[in-house]
């Protein structure tokens, strides 16, 4: 059964990652060790964790009974993989992100919709700033939750204001529907599931039939770090541009302020939005969920991180990211430190989750 919903073990070989130690890519394992020490004594429950740099998996660990070949619930990281299908129908001709949001509901669009609401563009909607002053609640409608999504009071001119709003993702994933006549999970299948080996990705449906595109995805750990790799490569997949390198620049920069005005040095939640992705502190962005999943580039280092988790306080776990892996990762090759792979190896394979 699990061959067939997620391919041959020949088929995972071929797809997967290459492996790599970590001092022969310039990554100490004590740091890795610290930080799987650190993870499993700190944080609420940590899932999986998945380090990759120069391209190989230099560490993985998953907390039973998690594993390798579980997928796992992406929560909000799933806005990401929406935000690329977007990416992709841009540059097929299929829309542009600077088209109005109403020009493809007018059979649903208000009688009378505000000036607000029909200045609302796309790129609004992948920046989280289409005006809302609260997010519309459209999971607790029985109607159709994109009329929901337009019935809701545009307030403040989009472009202007930070809000998160997952039912913003949702109406990206309606505009992919409209525009090029497949659901979200049908359209990224042959565009980047298949390429990057994604098996068979469930990803949940609203009432209407449409992928979830603000949560639902459900994807392995290497999953995430293939999808990092992605992003981190500028869009290339073993030699094929899969993503225009121009919108991998865009959706991981800086778009709007979500500040609010607050100022702090202690937080990744006021860096920066770019297109449902976050900017972070040290020169990273990043895709995150709901109770902890990440998937975290930092390009300067050639690195991604990928973890699953079901953890409350999402800042500490990227705070033992810059505090165990960032030190971790050198210039050049090291020496190997048997002493640390051994130590990681007998921590890893004890790991369980607390819940």
Known sequence: MLAAAWGTDADAAESSLPRSTPEAQGVDS???????????????????????????????????????????????????FTSTAVGLAQAEGKLSIEDKVLKYFPEIAPEKPSDNLKAMRIRDLLTMSVGHERQPRVRDSDVDWTKQFLAHPVKKKPGTFFRYNTPASYMLGAIVKKTTGEDLADYLEPRLFKPLGIRK??????????????????????DIAKFGQLYLQNGKWKGKQLLPENWVKEAT???????????????????????????????????????????????????????TADNQDMQAQLNLVWEHILPALKDKPLSANKKAQRELKRAVAKLKASR
């Open 30 to 80: 004590a740091g890795i060790l610290n930080f799987v020490k650190a993870a499993d004594k700190e944080l609420d429950s940590i899932h999986s964790f998945m380090l990759v740099r120069n391209g190989q998996v230099v560490a993985e660990s998953w907390w039973a009974p998690e594993s390798a070949d579980k997928p796992h619930i992406m929560w909000s990281l799933t806005k990401s």
């Open 201 to 222: 990705p469930k990803w949940l449906t609203s009432p209407q039939g449409l992928s979830i595109g603000g949560y639902g995805l459900y994807v392995r750990t290497e």
């Open 253 to 307: 920069s800086k778009q709007v302020d979500n500040s609010n005005g607050i100022i702090s040095r202690n937080s990744d939640w006021l860096v920066g939005y770019g297109y449902q992705f976050w900017q972070c502190r040290h020169g990273v962005y990043r895709g995150d969920g709901k109770d902890g999943q990440f998937c975290i580039v930092m390009p300067q280092y050639n690195t991604v991180v990928a973890m």
